[in-house]
């Protein structure tokens, strides 16, 4: 079965079961059990196939294993390299537009549309973003994040404004559907997930095998899309560090919550940036490490 876009087909085979494959149409397609040929130009593929022997008890078995795709995003500002980073191979403009507007680098304006996407022959894909001013990598930090995961110590918090609330069964219903929707880590094990809501419904989610990569792609969606923030919801996968904490606080987003718990700092961080900050959200609990008046 041939899937087209934008009226041209190219190659890729793949096969998940369940696959959700809203990065690559733009809109969601929950392909269940479908052996498909994902026809994309320019694109690849978020996961692999490899040769794997199982192990249970003392027997043994060859089999094939879904595995996470690895690949190296070179950036350069006007064609000048920056940096580079890991990570899983979609949504890479959303990637590179939330990343550097929530750290900062690039000192002046620059058009998303303007940004080129190249893709190497091997593991690298290489970007660059035509810009008026130059990149600054000052205060540049190693994170606790995986995947080798880079943040700039800038602080500029917007606080968050009280327009936003939520009922708690909501909250637990939404997340479970965030949940569902996390289909490349069902596959694979080894993926974080990010997804915007507006209480009602999950408007972007991205998977990627770096935390702080899953958040800036949705993000840079919605500065992409002109969505506003300030009264959304983050839902993220990974612990609630104070990289992801000070995402949120760049655009004022008023609740963020996780599976996982938070540090320290970033309880500070969310109580500065008023914040909702709930953590552990597993059946039918969750805590609230500050600003819990949102939750009704």
């Known amino acids: 079965m041939p899937i087209y876009v934008n009226g041209k087909q190219g190659r890729a085979p ?113 970007v660059n973003i035509p810009a008026d001013g130059e990149a600054s990598t000052e205060g540049m930090v190693r994170t606790t994040g995986c995947i080798g995961g880079i943040t700039f110590d800038r602080k500029e918090y917007k606080k968050a404004s009280d327009n936003f609330f939520i009922a708690s069964e909501k909250l637990k219903s939404m997340f479970r559907e965030f949940n569902r929707k996390a289909t490349l880590f069902q596959a694979t094990g080894c993926m974080h997930s990010a997804a915007i809501s507006d209480r009602e419904k999950i408007l972007v989610i991205a998977e990627d095998i770096g935390r702080h990569n899953a958040v800036d792609k949705v993000i840079g969606h919605c500065i992409i899309e002109n969505i506003s923030l300030e009264d959304k919801m983050m839902l993220v996968s990974g612990r609630l560090s104070s990289e992801i904490a000070s995402k949120c606080a760049r655009w004022g987003v008023p609740v963020l919550v996780s599976r996982t718990s938070p540090t320290s700092y970033a309880i500070e961080i969310a109580e500065k940036a008023n914040i909702t900050l709930i953590g552990f959200v597993r059946g039918n609990r969750f805590n609230i490490y500050a600003n819990s008046h949102r939750v009704l």
């Open 14 to 126: 793949v096969s998940f079961p369940g696959f959700f494959s809203r990065d690559i149409f733009g809109k969601d397609h929950v392909l269940d059990n479908l052996n498909v040929t994902l026809i994309v130009l320019n694109m690849m593929e978020p996961c692999v196939r490899k040769k794997v022997v199982k192990i249970v008890g003392s027997a043994s078995e060859e089999t094939e294993d879904i595995i996470a795709a690895e690949r190296r995003i070179v950036i350069s500002v006007n064609d000048k390299k920056v940096l580079s980073l890991f990570c899983t191979p979609t949504m890479i403009k959303e990637l590179v537009v939330g990343f550097f507007l929530n750290e900062g680098i690039i000192k002046g304006h620059f058009c998303a549309d303007a940004i080129t996407i190249r893709y190497g022959d091997k593991m690298d894909i290489y």
